[in-house]
């Protein structure tokens, strides 16, 4: 079968497509971008990438930089139309399949074509804020009511954005609850696990901006230090708006306190692995990626729960704990409390996690299952 994805560059991205390779199907990428590169990590795509500029003309980043009302009259001209080079990559490549990563990004973007080829069959895959967020904006809304009538085929990343898309048009094939990125290779990342006693790190998702809510959870720990002075506290992934938060606050001359910006998954990876708990907030998501590989290294979450998503992976008081307000800092300040006060329940959330929740995320699984949908077109 001929595929033809249509997606930003992205990890996600990468890693889903990756299932495809050696599965029989002849796989096409068209970047919706138009301002990428080949990538050597899918090689094995024949890809459509770095067609957006009809010229890449000497100091074109210089002219950006300083003379901007320039340079945006010239990037009329220069910039080629995303739908018409779509189509008539459409066109030449005749997919049986056309795949759709986040719905603004690349569904929005190519609409008017699909709409053009009624019959040409097309699965969309719903990533974290897709549907949740942007159906809260009157223009995103509109997009989103217009694309899902002509969607045939649906993954989404937890069970909420299922009945979200109903609501707003789909009626094609559910192909059911898929992480964003595929799955797991658990065995690789076991050897990053050291035993759970000897763990000493509270592990925090650092962002902030539009949906991350991370200084709600920075208050909470600074009312907590006496509890929390025998572990080391890192944040990751803090943006500028965090740094400057993290600057002006006591947290600044802690000990045990360490604030990373952008990491690798791999320096992630090995720091679930020393990790005792992990926090994770934010206004908006799916079921977030970096939860999924928490529970795959042992770490106790607490996570918060946009539209009762998380909760589809956590029972609150089971196998982690659950924030329902990612706003109100003194519920999470209990909730981490709850946290030093039941010994028992971590150990017991762990097994819990091991047994029911993470043989259903390992790659070989997972790819299994996806590529049963495919064959299924």
């Given amino acids: 079968m001929k595929i033809l ?3 930003i560059p992205s990890l996600h991205f990468f890693r889903w497509t990756s299932q495809l390779q050696d599965a029989g199907h002849e796989v096409y990428w068209f970047d919706i971008t138009g301002m990428s590169k ?19 003309y000497p100091g074109r980043v210089f002219l950006k930089k300083n003379f901007p009302q320039i340079y ?5 001209i220069n910039k080629r139309n995303t739908e018409k080079v779509f189509e008539e990559y459409l066109n030449k490549i005749k997919p049986d399949v056309v795949h759709s990563f986040a719905l603004y990004l690349s569904c929005s973007p190519i609409i008017g074509v699909m709409e053009k080829y009624p019959t040409q069959k097309w699965i969309y895959s719903s990533w974290g804020s897709d549907l949740y967020y942007f159906q809260n904006d009157s223009n995103y809304l509109r997009d989103i009511k217009r694309v899902l009538p002509r969607i045939n085929y649906l993954f989404t990343d937890c069970k909420r954005d299922y009945g979200i898309a109903q609501r707003y048009g789909f009626n094609g094939a559910f192909f059911g609850v898929f992480p964003g990125g595929g799955g797991f290779d658990i065995e690789r990342m076991t050897n990053y696990k050291i035993p759970n006693n000897k763990r000493k790190i509270i592990l925090i998702k650092g962002f902030q901006g539009r949906s991350g809510r991370v200084i709600p959870v920075l208050n909470a720990i600074k009312q907590l230090q006496e509890q929390l002075y025998n572990f080391e506290i890192v944040v990751f992934g803090a943006d500028d708006e965090v740094f400057a938060f993290i600057a002006d606050s006591e947290l600044q001359s802690w000990e045990n306190f360490k604030v990373l910006g952008k990491i690798v998954r791999e320096e992630l990876i090995q720091l679930m692995g020393k990790s005792r708990l992990y926090i994770g907030n934010s206004n908006s998501d799916g079921i977030p990626n970096t939860l ?20 589809e992976i956590i029972k609150n008081g089971v196998n982690g704990f659950l924030i329902e307000n990612c ?5 999470i300040k209990g909730t981490i409390t709850l946290f030093f006060k039941n010994k028992y329940l971590i150990e017991s959330a762990i097994n819990h996690n091991f047994i029911h929740i993470i043989p259903s995320l390992g790659c070989q699984y997972l790819k299994h299952e996806v590529l049963t949908k495919y064959d299924n077109i």
Avoid at 327 to 331: C, K, T
Wanted: hydrophobic residues 40%.
């Fill in 5 to 7: 994805m249509v997606s």
């Fill in 38 to 56: 080949p990538v050597e990590r899918i090689g094995w795509v024949i890809q459509k990438t770095d067609w957006k500029l009809r010229w890449s």
């Fill in 72 to 76: 945006n009259r010239i990037q009329k």
């Fill in 292 to 311: 999924l590989e928490s529970i795959c290294m042992d770490v106790f979450p607490i996570q918060s729960n946009p539209g009762g998503a998380t909760a």
């Fill in 327 to 331: 706003e109100n800092v003194e519920e």
